[in-house]
Each structure stands twice: as C-alpha cells, then as structure tokens.
C-alpha cells in the first residue's frame, strides 16, 4: 500500500500545476474574435484618446479583459460588461457598428458622452442578453425605437437626460409609446426615462406600468411632459421603492394612495404644479428616507405629528404654501440629515427639540414667518449649512451655543429682528467659510480680538445693522475674505482704503452709507497691490476724487461712488475699468460737470446712473449694445442727440427729469422698441407729442412728461395691446379733447392730465380701467356733468380721484361714489388691503371734503354748493395745508419721484427687466417743516 500512496504523492504536485495553469487561463484570457471586436469599435469611434481613461488602454498588446471599462466571463473569456461611462465620444456608434457583435453583453453603459443628437440605433436590440442598459446624458434624441423592447431579460433600463443643461435634443416615446415599448420587459426594476418625452393618454401610462412591469422598485420619469392625474392603478406595484415624478405638470392633487407603500424609501414630486392639501399619511410614512414637494406653490398643508424614530433623512418642502408651526415631534427624526422649508409660509417658534437632531447637516428655514429667539443646535455637530434668514426671529444671538457647531460652513441670520451685540465666538468658528448678519439690528462696536489672521472665511456681510465705532484694523488681515460688506451702519472714523491691499482674494467691498471718511490718498500711484476687484461700493464716503487705483482694475464689473463729492471733469479713463466688463457705474449725487469726450465703447455697461450732478450740454450718447438701465436727472443737460433712439436700442429705463433740455422731442426715441419707462418730466420741451410715443406702449410701463411746455392734443394712438401702468402729462399745455383710445390701457393704474387745457365731457369711455388707482384730471376746462359709476367693477380700485378746477356742474351725489370701495376705510380708519399704495401727505392747494366713511375726493370749496342738502349731512370740509410748486424755489439736491409715487421703478439687473414696487414708500414733495425728501423701498 505504501507504493502506490507513494506515487499518488509524486502526482499531486504535477496535477496542482496543471490546475492552476488551466485556472489562470480560464480567467485572463480574451477570446481572439472579442478582442477584435472592441478593436474594431474603438477605432470607429470619435473620441480624443488623450482625453480618454479608459479606450486609451485598449490596445493589441494586452489582454481584453485586462482593459479599462472591459468585463469578461471568468470561465469562458466572453465580453458580458462594457462600460465606457463619461469618454466624451462623440459619434462614431450606429447600425453597422461592431458593438452589436458582442453578443454575450449583459451590461453596457454608454452614459455621459455626447453622441450630438445621433438617434438610438435600433441594432441594440439584438444584444438580447443585456440586463443593465445605461444610455442616460449620452447626446441620443428623436424616437426610441421600438426593438429595445426585445431585450426581454433587462433589470435595469436608463435613457434619462438633461437636454435643458446638455445643450442635445430630446429623445421621445411617442410611437412606439410607453406601453409598447415595455410591454415585454417584464424583468424590470429599474426604470430611468426622465427627461424622454412621453405620449400618453389619461390613465394610459400607469395602466401599462402596472401590468408590464410588475417587478419595479425604481420609477424616474422627471420631465417627460406628463399631465393629468398620477392613476390609483399605479398603487399595484407593491415593490416601488423609489418614485421620481418630478419637473412635470400634473396639476392636480398629491393622491392619497402614496402614502400605501410597504417599501417606499423615495418619494420625488417636485415642480409639478400640484395643488390641494398634502395627506398626512405621506409625511408619516414609516419607511419614507427622502420626500420632495418643493416647487408646488400652490400645495397646503401643516406637518404632522411625526412618529418616534422616524426614518426620514431629507425633507424639502420649499416654495409651497404650507404653513402653521413646526410640531415638538420634529425632534423625534433622528436620523434626519436635511430639511428645506424656504420660501413657504410656516410660522411660531422653532422647536427646541431641534437641538437633538445629531445627525442634521443643511438646514434652511429661510422666507418663512418664523419668530421667537434663535433656538440652540448644541447637539448637531455635523451641520455644515444653516440659513434662518427673511424671517421675524428677535432676541439676541448670544443664548445660541455656537462654540458646539465646529463643523459650521455657511450661516445666514439676514433680514430679521435681532439685536445686541454679535458673538465673539459666533466670528471664530473654525470652519465657517461664510457669514451673513446683514438686515438686522446689531449694534455695539467689532472688537479687534474677533478677527485672526489667515481664518477661513470667505464671506462677511454686516451691512444694514447699527453697528457702531472703528472698523478694525485687524479685519483686514483675514486673507480668506472674498466679500465684504460693512455698508449701512454707523462705523466711523477715517479708514485708509490701502488696507485692503493686505485681502488679496478679496472680489467684492461695500462700506457705503456709513460715517467713514475713506482716505484714498495713499492709492495714488499705488494701485498695482490692490487686489483685483468684481464689485467696489463706496457710496457716501466722503471721497472727493477718484480713487487712483480703479485704473488698474481689470476685473471691475459693478462701481458705485454716489453720495460723494466728487467734482470736475469725469475722465475718459473711467469707462476702461474693467478692460471693457464694466457692467453697472454709479456716481449719482456727486458734483461733477463735464464729460471728457468722445465717449469711448463701452460693451458690457447694462446700468449707468449718473442723476443729482451738475452735467452740462448734450445728453452722452454711449455705444453700448447692453445698456438698460440709463438715469440722467437733476443735471443741466440741455439738448438731446438727434440719433439719441439708436443709443437706446436695449434701453430699458431711460430719465432725463429735471434738466434744461429744450426743443420738440426727437422723434428717435420711438426707435427704443424695448424701452418699459421714459421719463421726460420737469424740463422745457416744446410742441406735440409725437403719434410714434404713444405707439411705443406695447411695450412701456411708464410714461411721463409732465411740467414741460408741450402743447397741441394728445394724439388718439394708444395701441390695443397697451401696457402702460402710469401716464403723466400734467402742467403742460396740452388742449383738445380726452383719447378715447386710451381706454386700452388696460393695467393703467396711474392717469395725471391735471394742469393743462383740455376741453371734453367727463370720461365715461374709461369706466373700464379697472386697475385704475389714481385719476387727476384737475385745472382743466371739463364741462358737464360727473356721471355715477355704472358697474361694481368700474373702478374699484380708484383711491384718488381728483376733478377740481373744471366747469362741471349739476349735482354731486355721494352714491355715486358708492361703488368706489377702495376709498372706503374701516372704523378704526385703516385701509383696506387693496390700498397698499402710499401717497405724501401734502396736496396741492385745493380744498378736500372727506365723505365718511369714505377716502379722498378733491373739488374745489364752491363745488360744496352743487351738493343737495341732505347730502351734506357728515360732511366735513377743511382746508389742508398745502404746498404749491409754483410758489417755492427748489433746491439742486432734492429729487423727484413722481407726483404720487405710486411705485417705485427700478432694474433688477440680473434678469434684465424693470420692477414696480407697489409697497415703495416715497415722498416727493417737501414737507412744511422743509425736511429733505426721501425715498425708501422694502
């Protein structure tokens, strides 16, 4: 026996090797006629194989399997896994191509490339035995052909893309549709079609999930211009664990049925115009990790009681309507990492259980009607974001333990209520990279001690609080800081602008509107150190020259040096700050003179406000194909260039109040098409307004040419589609009849024609205004008699009516001013919502009765006679003190708003358009005790 164990001893190790060489070649070896093939496909591909990680490994030399993106069989050496995920090909894949020889593919990812809109090749449907096909962000669009349907054993099936963002068409399912192209793929359970185009009937769509694909546990059909309502019928597929619907318009209410699957760990709804009341139970589901509502502005609802040891982790609820205070049980979502509720409408405290939360990393609560002090996050050491901002919060920001919040890198407390002096050690925060207390009531001094060298931050916004004293010298060590905004406080004392040579990262500096005096002194000749700048704000600064370093600031795109005392000549060189990106100048209220000319280009400037100066001459006329928002009143301006409509081609905002401009205006200015608001007022034009102006109003929001000379009539030409909100043509010497067509003007909330020669009857024709706010038809020559106003919706909305110094007559009954309910107050004299309009105190000289309980209607003092006795009853009638014009000499320095102020007007540069704030409170005129005027706006 011990022979042959013997010899079986002497094979083994002879067996073990031939084991391991036929094991190692099973495992490494490619077969020939697949290698070829890969070979075959990288060179009809076009790709930059500098670029590539993975196609540049693939190479004659080596072994297939051994290649990048490649995966073989273990035993057999066949091609089952390609994945050449985010190799920038871009073409090169079709119906001949070699990939659909690879017959053992089960999985292939194309994902991430950019085929440039190549449709899909209908040859993938003969790799049959694929079940993990990933062709999302590739660069396919049109049709989805109908032979993916063959690849009867795919799990996973993804054609999503982002074609809003890719810049690529979009791929569609129209025929075949949905339906048919899943009707045989009932191995599914995943599921990725967003951003495909899907035609589908009614209830069509999620019948055919529910029948073809009874597996699925990943839906995600997020903008594929869906509609209608989600179908109960999708409730069957009982395994869904995710269900992402969002970027769709459903526009109908969150079904119920939701909140009944077992499984359910996603839910995505977001922007998908939904409405109604969000179901409790969705927001209990137990094994719910992440929903997203945000986006529905029309969605209600409250929070629930939440169950203990919730599995929620992410939460986004913003840009909804929901509302009422956050429950206690809050704190019991353990294992919550995000919570988003900005832009909705919840309100109360926020709950102390908070505090619990250790697992929080993003919070933001901002834009809602939260108040109460700032609640302690002691025990979420992990939260990285935090933003409590647009809220009512009060108190003081000492009570929070910031000291615990070590990972802290972005905070944001801005626009609320608090006070007191800010936390030293709020400023020491180890990894804070931004922080914002702007918009509150801070007060006290900075002291040096909170600022150390070389800290990370990056963003420090203080603006708009009443802090007080020095600016720390120390501040300006902080290297890290990108933006500073010190502006709208009570810092004071002179500060050396050379110290911001030491911020070399710095981008943006605000510290206007403060009692600083900046000395620039020491940046004359100096200018190469100072860091290169975006935005530079000094307004108010007491500078009373150009700072000399801006001339070598090549990065510059927004300047504001208003509110200083800046005088002389404006250099050429000014306009050259930014090497040509200079986008917004402001150097309003200032004392400057001249121009140096010729103007240079200017292609990036969009804002150019340059009123309150002592300008002279021609209006300058700039070569800028971006400009949009021009402000150039209260100068000494006094003629306008022939051509000036060709420099207003992109012109949004265009002033010329309040200057000495004379002549006939240039019938030019009707070549700025796009023009929203054209102010002219206050100056010396003469003649007729030309017929092309007033066509113009398709497009203009305001117009006003009021206090000039102009005279003839008003021309009929106001176009159908009418946009105007505000016309003034008062105190001018306009004669004739009232425009019947100005009864198009259908938004037309503000109508002056007081002070001039008109001759007509009493309006009735623009009864239909019914945004009609404000209406002074005033010294004018009206005759006959005041018609009542016909209809409940005649306007409604009128709050100042103003017909005196006219020749109407027969009697003035007080119910015809019945129908006039946005003049009527309450009992304890407020207005009623509809009056958010804020109008100054001073009127001119007129005598007003006040018809309780009704608002203002002026007529002139005899007028009290036309009244039938009875009517007088409860009427009180009193002189106001009064303010006339005409009487006073008004200084440089005060400006002019418009006469009733009922918005204010403004750019909201980054989208390009003009904003009316009809909560913009302004006065216009000065008061009696001559205090300056004033404009604010909230």
Not at 1 to 17: E, N, R
Not at 478 to 493: A, D, P, V, Y
Not at 824 to 845: C, D, G, H, Y
């Amino acid at each position: 026996m011990t022979k042959p164990v013997f010899l079986w001893l002497l094979w083994v190790p002879f067996i073990l090797i031939l084991t391991s060489m036929n094991t190692q070649l099973s495992w490494s070896k490619c077969l020939e006629d697949q290698q070829s093939l890969l070979l075959q496909l990288r060179s009809s591909l076009d790709v930059n194989l500098l670029k590539s990680r993975k196609l540049s490994t693939w190479n004659q030399t080596s072994d297939c399997c051994e290649w990048r993106g490649v995966q073989c069989n273990d035993s057999t050496g066949q091609v089952i896994g390609l994945d050449l995920c985010g190799e920038s090909i871009k073409g090169g894949i079709d119906n001949s191509s070699s990939l659909f020889s690879l017959h053992f593919l089960q999985s292939l990812n194309l994902a991430n490339n950019s085929f440039n809109n190549a449709q899909i090749p209908s040859e993938f449907g003969k790799l049959s035995g694929l079940i993990y096909l990933n062709l999302s962000n590739a660069g396919f669009s049109g049709q989805v052909p109908m032979e993916i349907s063959q690849l009867t054993k795919l799990e996973t099936l993804d054609l999503s893309s982002n074609s809003e963002y890719s810049g690529f068409s979009t791929t569609k399912l129209e025929n075949p549709t949905l339906g048919m192209l899943i009707q045989n793929l009932s191995n599914i359970r995943e599921l990725r079609l967003d951003g495909v185009i899907i035609t589908a009937n009614g209830s069509e769509l999620w019948k055919a999930l529910a029948f073809s694909v009874p597996r699925l546990q990943v839906l995600s059909l997020s903008n594929c211009n869906l509609s209608g309502n989600i179908d109960s019928s999708l409730e069957k597929l009982q395994s869904l664990s995710e269900i992402i619907l969002a970027q769709n318009n459903f526009a109908t209410a969150v079904p119920d049925f939701l909140a009944n699957f077992s499984c359910l760990t996603v839910l995505k709804l977001s922007s998908c115009k939904l409405t109604g009341t969000v179901p409790q139970g969705i927001l209990q589901a137990p094994t719910l990790r992440t929903l997203d509502l945000s986006y529905n502005g029309l969605l209600k609802g409250t929070l629930p009681e939440f169950p203990v040891n919730g599995s929620l982790q992410n939460l986004i609820l913003s840009y909804t309507n929901l509302s009422g205070r956050l429950p206690n049980s809050i704190g019991n979502l353990k294992q919550l990492n995000k919570i988003e509720l900005q832009n909705a409408s919840f309100s109360g405290l926020i709950p102390l259980s908070m505090a619990g939360l250790e697992q929080l990393v993003h919070l933001d609560f901002s834009n809602n009607n939260f108040s109460g002090p700032i609640p302690s996050f002691s025990e979420a050491k992990n939260l990285t974001y935090l933003d409590l901002s647009k809220n009512m919060l009060s108190g003081t920001a000492q009570s929070t333990n910031w000291g615990s919040l070590t990972n802290l890198v972005s905070l944001d407390l801005s626009n609320n209520f608090l006070h007191g002096s800010i936390p030293s050690r709020l400023l020491t925060l180890p990894s804070l990279q931004k922080l914002q207390l702007n918009q509150n009531e801070f007060s006290g001094k900075l002291e040096a001690a909170s600022f150390r060298p070389y800290w990370v931050l990056g963003t420090l916004d203080l603006s708009h609080n009443n802090l007080e004293g020095p600016v720390p010298k120390s501040l300006f060590g902080m290297t890290g800081l990108k933006i500073l905004k010190l502006s709208s406080n009570n810092f004071s004392g002179s500060l050396k602008l050379n110290l911001i040579q030491q911020l070399k990262n710095l981008s943006t500096l605000d510290l206007s509107y403060n009692k600083l005096v900046i000395d620039a002194n020491d940046s004359i000749g100096n200018f190469s150190s100072f860091p290169q700048l975006s935005t530079l704000k000094l307004a108010a600064c007491e500078l009373y020259f150009l700072p000399d370093f801006l001339r070598n600031q090549s990065r510059l795109e927004v300047l504001d040096l208003s509110a200083n005392q800046i005088q002389g000549t404006l250099p050429k060189w000014i306009w050259a700050i930014g090497d040509g990106g200079l986008s917004y100048l402001n150097l309003s209220c200032n004392n400057f003179v001249d121009l140096e000319l010729p103007l240079p280009d200017t292609p990036a400037l969009s804002v150019l406000d340059i009123h309150l100066n002592n300008f002279r001459g021609e209006v300058p006329s700039l070569s800028s194909k971006t400009a949009t928002y021009l402000d150039y009143s209260s100068n000494a301006f006094t003629s306008i260039h022939s051509d000036i409509g060709s420099f207003l081609s992109y012109a949004l905002y265009f002033s010329l109040s309040r200057n000495n401009i004379s002549g006939v205006i240039p019938m030019a200015l009707c070549n700025a098409t796009v023009l929203q608001v054209l102010d002219l007022s206050r100056n010396n034009l003469i003649g007729a307004i030309p017929d092309c102006v007033l066509k113009m109003t398709s497009t203009l929001g305001v117009l006003n040419l009021g206090e000039n000379l102009l005279n003839g009539t008003i021309p009929d030409a106001f176009p159908e589609d009418c946009s105007l909100s505000t016309i003034d043509f008062g105190k001018n010497m306009l004669r004739g009849q009232l425009p019947r067509s100005l009864a198009n003007c259908k938004k037309l909330e503000v109508l002056n024609l007081g002070r001039n020669q008109l001759r007509d009857t009493f309006p009735l024709w623009w009864m239909d205004l019914s945004n009609l706010r404000v209406l002074v038809l005033r010294d004018n020559e009206l005759y006959g008699s005041i018609a009542c106003v016909s209809s409940n919706t005649s306007w409604s909305t009128l709050q100042i009516i103003d017909l005196a110094s006219n020749h109407f007559n027969g009697e003035l009954k007080a119910q015809c001013f019945l129908k006039f309910t946005a003049l009527m107050t309450r009992a304890n004299n407020e207005q009623f919502p509809i009056s958010e309009l804020q109008f100054p105190k001073q009127v001119e000289n007129l005598a007003i009765a006040i018809l309780l309980p009704f608002g203002i209607i002026g007529y002139t003092s005899s007028d009290e006679e036309s009244l039938a006795p009875e009517e007088r009853i409860g009427h009180q009638l009193f002189e106001i003190d009064s303010y006339d014009e005409e009487d006073n000499d008004e200084t440089e320095d005060k400006q002019d708003y418009g006469r009733f102020c009922v918005f204010c007007t403004k750019l909201d540069v980054e989208r390009k358009r003009v904003i009316h704030n009809p909560r913009c409170t302004c006065h216009d005129l000065p008061s009696i005790s001559s205090s300056p005027s004033t404009s604010s706006s909230k």
